[in-house]
């Protein structure tokens, strides 16, 4: 985490470069746990549509969708289990990224896990389903490369296309923390890309 590039995106917005890079491994291996506990779906929109990007969660609570709306709950629907505990490095690594970013408070209680394949997306949206929009969106880019669609508090902003890599974390909050934003449509691996998939960890405090 020493010596990455911090680039500021907007008042409120950090881009922290290859900010966890040296720690993918370990971050992987924590989300393939994850998953044996709470597998990877791809949830419904409360219109039916069901979500390119697969998810999952770990933490005290996790965002779940379904034809009853968008919500952070305490048990998977799927097990009826509390989601997998959030592990000691993702917590470390959401502390440290918002303190860098300027959010020295910041209590993360979730983490939603997405898993983009090529073509996967996500549209533009803002995170408001939780409580206290005082904290940030701490946001870290796993595996293979995106285009990150960074708007902003309306839908008339046109986006920026902001490129992640590897390693990679996004913190935006206070006059940013509704900003719209999304993920355009995942490329195809090139012969250097060592991954399968993107990983993308959202730390926030739900409750």
């Known amino acids: 985490m020493a010596g990455s590039e911090i680039e500021v995106l907007c008042e409120g917005a950090t881009l922290l470069h290859r ?4 720690h993918a491994p370990k971050l992987l291996d924590d989300v393939a746990g994850i998953a044996r506990e709470a597998s990877f779906r791809q949830m419904v929109t409360p219109g039916g549509s069901a979500m390119s990007v697969a998810m999952t969660n770990c933490g005290e609570v996790g965002w779940v969708s379904d034809r009853r709306g968008y919500r952070y709950d305490p048990l998977d629907p799927e097990t009826g289990k509390p989601w997998p505990a959030m592990p000691g490095s993702f917590r470390k690594i959401a502390l440290r990224a918002a303190e860098v970013a300027g959010f020295p408070d910041f209590r993360p209680d979730a983490c939603l896990i997405n898993r983009y394949r090529p073509g996967a997306r996500m ?22 490369p995106a285009v990150f669609l960074f708007g902003g508090v309306t839908r008339k902003q046109r986006p920026r296309r902001i490129p992640l890599e590897n390693g990679d974390v996004v913190v935006w909050g206070g006059p940013a923390r509704l900003v719209y934003h999304g993920i355009a449509p995942l ?18 405090k739900a409750l």
């Open 19 to 22: 900010f966890v890079a040296s």
């Open 123 to 144: 549209g533009l949206h803002q995170d408001k389903d939780e409580q206290d929009f005082a904290q940030p969106i701490v946001s870290v880019s796993l595996g293979l």
């Open 187 to 204: 490329a195809e691996p090139t012969l250097l890309d060592w991954y399968e998939y993107r990983f993308n960890l959202t730390f926030r």
